[in-house]
């Protein structure tokens, strides 16, 4: 089945920039997420990269996507402590509804 | 926001009772969804609905039953509920993406329901 996979955790100094990275299995992927949860609430989503794009930049966030390799990152430049929380990588694939989310990644700031 | 909402918000119970979650959501979207947010596990996806009465199952559907009778309500119940239920359950809705149309089928959350299972 589809499997998406990230690392648990990122500290990353305040300033610095953020990079977290996801792999994912299905290689019929049609759309790929990253979505935040801060904490107590739910997950909203960050962006969006359609699977026949390779870069998507909004404002601070950068996401590129290698679909040869299944291989998606997510940066955030200037990194402040407003964005302490837990980044989930997300896939839609072509066959059916479902939405697959990986285990998130804790994205600690430092000062 | 979307309106989404869930109850119970928090419940307490015993090993063996039936339990139900209701989803109730007021943007007329198509697809409902359950998750449930474990450590270490991330959200797992539970059962998912693409219309009335049109359900099917996701990653850890077994001990898990859900009902869609008509669109604004998704029910997900225990029918036995177990210590390894105990989690934080979260519905999403969207109207899901079409290929290169303007939807992108972004998901939208509640606010969860912290299910304790003794």
């Known amino acids: 089945g589809e499997d998406v996979e990230q690392s648990l955790f990122l500290s990353v100094r305040e300033g610095d920039s953020s990079v977290i990275n996801c792999t994912y299995t299905d290689s019929s992927s049609t759309y790929l997420y990253w979505y935040k949860q801060e904490p107590g609430a739910g997950l909203q989503l960050l962006t969006y990269?359609?699977?026949?794009?390779d870069m998507k930049q909004d404002q601070r966030l950068t996401v590129l996507l290698n679909k040869k390799d299944k291989h998606l990152s997510l940066r955030i430049a200037d990194t402040q402590t407003g964005d302490s929380a837990i980044y989930f990588c997300a896939e839609k694939g072509y066959r059916d509804d479902k939405i697959i989310f990986g285990k998130g990644t804790r994205l600690h700031i430092l000062p | 926001d979307a309106g989404i909402t869930q109850s119970p918000r928090h419940k307490v119970t015993e090993t063996g009772t039936p339990v139900t979650l209701r989803c109730h959501q007021t943007?007329?979207?198509?697809?409902m969804y359950w998750y449930r947010q474990d450590p270490g596990h991330g959200l797992r996806l539970i059962h998912y609905s693409y219309g009335v009465k049109d359900t099917d199952k996701g990653e850890v559907s077994d001990g898990y039953s859900v009902s869609r009778s008509k669109t604004e309500d998704f029910l997900l119940t225990l029918e036995s509920a177990t210590s390894s239920q105990t989690s934080v359950y979260f519905c999403?809705?969207?109207?899901?993406?079409?290929?290169?149309?303007?939807?992108?089928?972004?998901?939208?959350f509640g606010e969860g329901s912290r299910l304790t299972v003794l």
């Open positions: 999403a809705i969207s109207e899901m993406a079409s290929g290169g149309a303007a939807n992108t089928g972004e998901l939208f």
């Open positions: 943007e007329n979207h198509r697809y």
């Open positions: 990269i359609f699977s026949n794009m």
